[in-house]
């Protein structure tokens, strides 16, 4: 029981540092695409519930990040 417990924290936690690791090298509008489809998927899941509404939250809120961090 104790293995099951250490693999549902440790996981994660790797999972985690993995994705923060992979944006060291990503530029400013980049950034704002990915943060913009992780909030418009997760708004999406939540307000159209379903595989479409959280691809299309994504998708939206990508072009959305996108356009808002694009430099001037």
């Not at 999972?15 to 708004?43: D, P």
């Not at 307000?47 to 430099?71: F, M, N, R, S």
């Amino acid at each position: 029981m104790k293995l099951n417990n250490r693999l549902f924290v440790t996981l994660p936690a790797l999972a985690l540092v993995s994705v923060l690791g992979a944006c060291a090298g990503m530029t400013y509008q980049e950034k704002g695409t990915a943060t913009g489809a992780v909030v418009g998927g997760t708004a999406g899941a939540v307000l159209g519930g379903g595989v479409l509404g959280t691809a299309a939250g994504a998708a939206v809120g990508g072009v959305i990040g996108h356009e808002v961090t694009k430099p001037k």
